[in-house]
């Protein structure tokens, strides 16, 4: 699965018009309605929107006339072959009109050209799990966690210590029942696209 590595912006304006593109990694399309009010700027005069997240797509031309915007956007979206990707073109318009053909160029140029600045990756699903360890096991467990390249989101520190962490080979869990006597528990709470080791 291809996709952005990372949140990216670009701007390019056109007879006065300002378009805005954000590109916005996402793979869950429950969260795609949030990330889009998130990034859309309500004083604009539109935020056109095109995604693909797994096998879902949207376009939506938010007032601009009818297939000038979001189907261009996600046409340039299709043809580099990404996936879990949104992709937002917030346009200032500057006073001068550009017609349907104008505004057809604009929204894919500016989508096409975000890309080019846009570091792009093959991405893998990863399962995110909790690990649950008593305090006596934090410092050689976090050893660990940097000696296996195991990336963390998230520690709670409460009666025992909580981990949430990316857990792409599951024998990792024999290092952690070593280190423990097997006093640890762990489930799986998620899966979430990164980026694939070369």
């Not at 046409?75 to 073109?89: E, F, R």
């Not at 869990?173 to 979430?192: A, P, V």
């Amino acid at each position: 699965m291809i996709s952005v590595e990372e949140y990216t912006t670009h701007t390019l304006v056109i007879k006065k018009s300002e378009f805005v593109c954000h590109l916005i990694p996402c793979s869950q399309v429950e969260q795609a309605k949030a990330l889009i009010e998130q990034y859309s700027d309500p004083q604009a005069t539109h935020n056109c929107v095109a995604y693909i997240i797994g096998p879902y797509e949207r376009a939506y031309d938010d007032g601009e006339p009818s297939g000038t915007a979001g189907m261009p956007m996600l046409n340039v979206l299709k043809m580099q072959g990404l996936s879990n990707i949104i992709a937002i073109v917030t346009r200032y318009f500057g006073g001068i009109k550009l017609g349907a053909g104008g505004l057809t160029r604009a929204y894919s140029q500016s989508v096409a050209q975000a890309l080019k600045e846009a570091n792009i990756v093959e991405k893998e699903p990863v399962d995110l799990y909790e690990i649950i360890i008593d305090y006596t096991y934090t410092r050689k467990f976090e050893h660990l966690l940097k000696m296996h390249h195991i990336k963390c989101i998230d520690i709670k520190y409460e009666e025992q210590v909580t981990y949430q962490c990316y857990i792409k080979q599951t024998d990792f869990f024999n290092h952690i029942q070593e280190l423990t006597n097997n006093q640890f528990k762990t489930h799986k709470i998620g899966t979430d696209y990164m980026r694939k080791d070369v």
